[in-house]
């Protein structure tokens, strides 16, 4: 067997940034079945961030096989955004596999303090855009999240689970918005992953998810060596957008952070090296047990938090 190639390795984790981490867990357990998880490696908060003085508090969370952390990073930057738009390149959700939508969907509005980004509930996608059934909404912090139902004949094989405990089975990936997909893609390949799926979304029915009158959005899906979820899904909406730069704070409640693990220390010291305009602070940040860390701003201002152990 060939050597694996230096580079990313998987999506180790999702970071939500939180006003308060512990009770955002509590929705999170109840109206998505997310159970604790264990402590991530303890990082630099200050030299990863380059946040004078900072300091994390993490509430650690698991949804099957993948993990979602809450941090709440001292000092506070500001809240969610408001309504931000799908087509807004600060726009990132988690999307959430679900076993059965009706289900899903019920436990969720039987919680409080959520509200719809879809217009109508759930929306069955035409084929051309996938055949799932999915709904988008807030969290009680503002982040996006959807709910995503394959077609029972359609599910991919990581997500047949006829004996999960929960009708939420994980996290199948994290969206971000971008406005040139080209330019993403080049970035992300960079680091390791690859394009795996391609489509062009419109029609009435995107329209209802999105909340976004009559889309047309290019979905590119990359995935990560090891062929597990989470991957990461570029979404470019074409057209006259208002598409103003990023400018998210680290410590910003919208500023979600993909957390990469890398193949080893000299793989994310490269990664440092090819796009040192692009790190957040200085750069690679040694951990105390023996790692290192560093957080990168991809072309739209996502921040992807790059690990090795």
Not at 104 to 118: D, E, T, Y
Not at 211 to 219: S, Y
Not at 291 to 302: Q, S, T, Y
Request: aromatic content about 4%.
């Amino acid at each position: 067997m060939s050597a694996r190639p230096p580079g990313a390795l998987r999506l180790a984790r999702i970071t939500l940034n939180a006003a308060d981490p512990e009770g955002l867990a509590g929705f999170y357990r109840d109206a998505l079945g997310f159970t604790a998880a264990e402590a991530p490696p303890a990082a630099d908060a200050a030299g990863l961030t380059g946040l004078a003085g900072a300091q994390a508090r993490t509430v650690p969370l698991r949804l099957g096989a993948q993990r979602l952390d809450l941090v709440a990073v001292a000092p506070a930057g500001r809240p969610y955004p408001g309504e931000l738009p799908g087509t807004s390149p600060l726009f990132q959700h988690c999307a959430i596999i679900v076993s059965d939508m009706g289900r899903a969907h019920a436990r969720l509005s039987a919680q409080a303090g959520w509200r719809p980004i879809s217009t109508d509930g759930p929306v069955r996608l035409p084929a051309s855009s996938g055949g799932v059934t999915a709904f988008k909404f807030r969290d009680p912090e503002g982040h996006p999240l959807e709910l995503l139902a394959y077609p029972a004949d359609e599910t991919p094989a990581s997500w047949r689970r006829p004996d999960a405990g929960d009708v939420c089975l994980g996290l199948d990936h994290s969206a971000i918005s971008v406005a040139e997909t080209g330019r993403s893609v080049t970035f992300y390949e960079s680091l390791g992953l690859h394009v795996a799926s391609r489509s062009l979304n419109t029609g009435p029915e995107q329209a209802r998810l999105d909340a976004v009158a009559d889309p047309t959005v290019e979905v590119t899906g990359l995935g990560f060596p090891d062929g597990h979820p989470p991957h990461v899904e570029l979404l470019c909406y074409r057209g006259d957008h208002p598409r103003s730069p990023s400018d998210l704070a680290v410590n910003d409640v919208a500023a979600t952070r993909l957390v990469v693990e890398m193949t080893d220390g000299a793989a994310l010291r490269a990664a440092c090296a090819a796009h040192a305009g692009r790190l957040v602070a200085a750069g690679p940040v040694p951990r105390p047990d023996g790692g290192v860390d560093a957080l990168l701003r991809d072309p739209d201002g996502h921040l992807v938090w790059l690990t090795a152990g």
